[in-house]
């Protein structure tokens, strides 16, 4: 092709294309941004530590009262949330062991005898109103027991079986429990009556739902705004999925974080397979929802092991990683006593209370996240922006700066010794370190020589 015919097919193209790359540069209304969560959340959320409760196990005693005497040590603490464990009558009905199973309710709008009376609880969220904490309960919507009271005033709100019989969840060895059929205008309408009465009579403030993908999400979306026109409330979805934040929940757990480290710590993968976890939220999540981030839960320490069988070595780093990453963290009862066993679930077994340092750890962790605004929940807290290291298999690094404060972190997720140095100028300047309050200056020829399984948490 002769070069004035290229010429002048090229200006035809560039002729043609000129309409096209004006109008896509005109947008309209529908085409602006729109926020993809629409609720606020209560500004006590935002630099909140959930603590969660097991009453069964917390004191000797295993009740509210008992509990209550606790509050002014969760104070000191530092904890912002407490998440006591449903609070409700326990079916007897196929129930296991001998105590059961707190999560097979027998009645959602009473409390279980062997924890106290109404007004014990009362007692107990009033406290720790007057103490600056927020109370929040378990709420369990999925399913209940078999003896629940609505099985025999409305047994047609169940979910039936081919056979036309109540059945628990499927697939699941679930069978103490019965599920509920959410196709039925009056339990969603019953169950949200329920909801609004803990937060209004009784003076909750929100709820940790269990298995909340189980239920359809339109319940929870409506279920949500009522319960935020009664008074700012926090929701925690025991689910992982975009689209709960959306309308109804604060949080929801970050099942993926907690593998992903899970596998690092028993060397099934190396320190890269945490940038899939972050890549995904990062792209995936708005940055108003919080992830809830654990070392270790009512469900992990009953039925995979406490943290120090969980992460072994690791188990330092990755508490420390579940506080100064984006996510809103928890500290499940007894941690903070650094307690090895794994609490019996059916039965009473109580929590063996002594002094540890991992009690300093934890309120040193809270108060840094409290006064570092960098490190606080969801948009209120800076991003992680990744600081590549020489040794990616080994060390994850990151910078978490919103202008005002700004903390520096490189983990050694690794059985193995790491010197560390570092790209780029993010993470350059001068800092004071978590660990022991020195002073240190980072800059381009600066190293970490790092221990196995080790953490440097540098905090402007």
Known sequence: MNSTLTRALLSLVLVSAAPFAHAAA?????????????????????????????????????????????????????????????????????????????????DFRAVNPELGTLADFKAFVERAHALGMRVIIDWVGNHTSWDNVLMTQHPDWYARDAEGKPHPTPWFNWDDIVDLNYGKPELRRYMTDAMKYWVQDVGIDGYRVDAAGLVPQDFWDNAARELRAIKPVFMLAEWESRDLHRDAFDASYAWTWWDALHDIAKGKADATRMHVYYAWNGKFYPRQAYRMLYTTNHDKNAWDGTEFESFGRAVDAAIVFSFVSEGMPLIYNGQEAGNRKRLAFFERDPIEWQASPYFDLYKKLVALKKSNSALWNGEFGAQMVQVPSNVPKQVISFVRDNGKDKVFVALNLSSKPAKATFEKAVHHGAYRDFANGQKVTVDGNSSFDMAPWSYRVLVK
Not at 32 to 37: G, H, I, M, N, S
Not at 41 to 67: C, S
């Open 26 to 106: 005109a947008a309209l209304p529908q085409d602006q941004p729109k926020p993809y969560v629409q609720f606020q959340h209560a500004d006590w959320t935002r630099d909140a530590t959930i603590y969660q409760i097991n009453t069964r196990q917390f004191t000797k005693e295993g009740t509210f009262k008992a509990a209550t005497a606790q509050l002014p040590r969760l104070k000191e603490l530092g904890v912002g949330i407490l998440w006591l464990m449903p609070i409700h009558p326990i079916g007897e009905v196929k129930r296991k062991g001998s105590l059961g199973s707190p999560y097979a309710v027998r």
